[in-house]
C-alpha cells in the first residue's frame, strides 16, 4: 500500500479540476490551472484511495466540484470503510440524490474534529450563489444529521454579503465561517502567508519539504498545488501499487510563482491556530 508519511497533516483528491461555477477570484486559477484532464473512472478511483494508508487522517473530495464526477457516489460507496472522508462542495447537487446515495455517518473527520472542521464544507460564492439556497441546502442536511458548514471567502467586493450571511446563517441555526482570500486584488496581496517571497513573481530555487498529499485528477501525486493545477512534476501515481512516496526536501525551480494555498498561514482544524503545508529553504536566485 502506499504510505501517507505520519508527518502530513492533509490529503485531497481532486476528482475532477471542472466546476458548475466561474468565480474571477477561483484560487485554482491563480497560476494557471488545467482543467480539462484525463479523469480517472469512478473504478479506478476506488481502486488508487483504497491502496492508500492514511495512518488515520481523513482524505477530503475535492475539486473543481467533486460531485459533478460522474462516478461520484460510487467513489463513496465502495471506499474502504476505514477510510475517513469529507467533502469540500459548493453545494450545487441534487439534494435528494445526495442524501439517498450518502448516509450522514460516512463523511466523517473525527470526534474532536467535528465541531470545528465541518465534514461537508460548502463554499459560499457571492456572485454565483442565492444566499437562502445556500443556506436551506445546509439546514436540510444538518437535520438529516449531516455535519455540514458553510464558508465564505473574504474578498474585499464580499464583505457586506459575507456579514449578510453570518446573520443569516446565525439565524438558521447553521454555522458559519470565513477563511482568506488568497491572492491580487487592485495590485494588492491579500492573505497571510509564511513565505512571502514565494508570490512576488521572481523565480528562484529553493529546497521544498510538504505535508499535504495532493492527487490530481488523472490519479497523479503532486508535491504542491501550483504543480497539481498546471499538471506538472507529479512524482507518483495512486494506481501504481509499488509507488513509495518519499519524505524529504526537494529541488524546485518555480520559487517566487508558487500557488497561495501552499505557502499560506493554513488554519488547523480548530480555526484557531496556524500552521504552513510547506517548508522551504531559499537556495539561489535563478
Not at 471542472?18 to 479523469?39: D, H, V, W
Not at 435528494?96 to 472542521?117: K, Q, T, V
Request: charge should be negative; include cysteine.
Amino acid at each position: 500500500m502506499i504510505q501517507v508519511p505520519a508527518r502530513y497533516s492533509y490529503i485531497e483528491a481532486y476528482l475532477t479540476l471542472r466546476c458548475n461555477l466561474a468565480c474571477p477570484y477561483c484560487i485554482n486559477s491563480f497560476t494557471g490551472c488545467k482543467r480539462k484532464r484525463q479523469e480517472l473512472t469512478d473504478r479506478e478511483w476506488v481502486l488508487g484511495l483504497n491502496n492508500i494508508d492514511t495512518g488515520g487522517k481523513p482524505i477530503t473530495l475535492g475539486g473543481g466540484e467533486p460531485t459533478i464526477h460522474s462516478g461520484f457516489y460510487n467513489i463513496v460507496s465502495q471506499l474502504r470503510d476505514d477510510i475517513k472522508i469529507d467533502l469540500l462542495t459548493n453545494g450545487q447537487f441534487d439534494i435528494d440524490e445526495f442524501m439517498d446515495n450518502i448516509p450522514p455517518d460516512r463523511l466523517y473527520r473525527g470526534a474532536r474534529e467535528a465541531f470545528y472542521y465541518k465534514a461537508i464544507r460548502i463554499s459560499y460564492h457571492v456572485h454565483s450563489m442565492k444566499k437562502d439556497d445556500t443556506i436551506n441546502t445546509a439546514k436540510t442536511l444538518q437535520d438529516e444529521g449531516y455535519n455540514v458548514g458553510i464558508f465564505g471567502i473574504n474578498h474585499p467586493n464580499n464583505l457586506f454579503h459575507n456579514t449578510e450571511m453570518t446573520q443569516r446563517c446565525a439565524d438558521a441555526g447553521v454555522y458559519f465561517f470565513i477563511r482568506d482570500f488568497l491572492g491580487f486584488h487592485d495590485d494588492r496581496l491579500f492573505g497571510h502567508y509564511k513565505y512571502y517571497a514565494a508570490l512576488n513573481g521572481n523565480r528562484k530555487s529553493c529546497l521544498c519539504r510538504p505535508e499535504d498529499f495532493l492527487i490530481g485528477p488523472e490519479g497523479n501525486i503532486y508535491r504542491c498545488h501550483r504543480d497539481l493545477y498546471g499538471a506538472e512534476s507529479e512524482v507518483g501515481n495512486i494506481l501504481n501499487i509499488a509507488y513509495e512516496h518519499k519524505d524529504d526536501f526537494s529541488q524546485c525551480d518555480n520559487y517566487g510563482l508558487c500557488n497561495p494555498c501552499d505557502v499560506k498561514c493554513k488554519a488547523k482544524p480548530d480555526l484557531v491556530t496556524t500552521k504552513c503545508a510547506v517548508e522551504i529553504k531559499e537556495v539561489a536566485n535563478v
